[in-house]
DNA sequence: ATCCCGAGGG
DNA sequence: CCCTCTGGAT
């Protein structure tokens, strides 16, 4: 086999990695521009391999258009490609977001389900997105493993270099207090993305910690 | 495992 | 040119 001496971190070893990346942004917190629950979720659902940047380019134009789900709902397909043209993958998101918009106006009268299980139901919604929504939106504590997440964890071996990103969510919430989560989560997001970014790969993990 | 998919950076 | 971006559905 050719990866089996990766050897994780102890528990200890992980929250003291966990805890320099979180004290090195204090002050992080999500980048995605909203102003309703609803508009999150349609952000978050454009944000799949897509940078922030590029979502909040859309999103003012897309939310003075779109005002609700009732609107967003009735909208023609096509009209909805044209708002998010310039995001990846906007023929498949622009269905999603209809059909998220018809489910949440028809089923949930035009309100966002504050319930993991609901959310994930939605068309264009997973995991990571849901817990994005929970957290941001309603302040439950929730640690949503997108790529950054996935391979800080992995680049420090706090999980395998196999873990799907439900094995490292579960791993940091077991690692963490609740309360962090959330903080944690944002913290790991712009050290993945401005200190140690992919791109940066035969170097230490440990010479980007403070 | 594969597809979707434009923009930005190196 | 190539790689990456707060993934999800099939």
């Given amino acids: 086999m050719a990866n089996d001496n990766e050897k994780l971190l102890s528990d200890d070893q992980a929250r003291e990695v ?10 992080a917190k999500g980048e995605l521009k909203w102003d309703t629950v609803f508009h999150l ?3 978050v659902l454009m944000s799949a391999q897509t ?14 258009d779109y005002p609700d789900s009732f609107a967003l709902a009735a909208a023609d397909i096509t009209d909805i490609e044209d708002h998010i043209k310039t995001i990846g993958l906007y023929r498949t998101k622009a269905k ?3 059909e998220t918009a018809q489910i949440i106006s028809s089923t949930y009268n035009g309100e966002v389900p504050k319930d993991k299980k609901k959310l994930v139901k939605l068309p264009g919604v997973g995991e990571k997105t849901a817990n994005v929504v929970l957290a ?3 302040g439950i504590p929730a640690i949503a493993v997108d790529t ?12 395998g270099e196999k873990a799907t990103p439900h094995q ?17 989560h944002h913290a790991m997001i712009l050290f993945g993305r401005y200190t140690m970014p992919a791109r940066a790969k035969n170097k230490d993990p440990y010479s980007f910690l403070k």
Avoid: G
């Fill in 41 to 43: 979720l349609c952000a």
């Fill in 18 to 27: 966990l805890k320099r990346i979180a004290s090195m942004y204090p002050d």
């Fill in 168 to 184: 490292i969510e579960k791993r940091l919430e077991q690692l963490l207090p609740e309360q962090e989560w959330i903080h944690t």
């Fill in 96 to 98: 999603h977001l209809k």
């Fill in 51 to 64: 940078t922030d940047k590029m979502v909040n380019s859309v999103t003012p134009k897309f939310y003075v």
């Fill in 148 to 159: 950054h997440v996935s391979r800080i964890s992995k680049r420090f071996k706090i999980v």
């Fill in 136 to 138: 941001e939106a309603f």
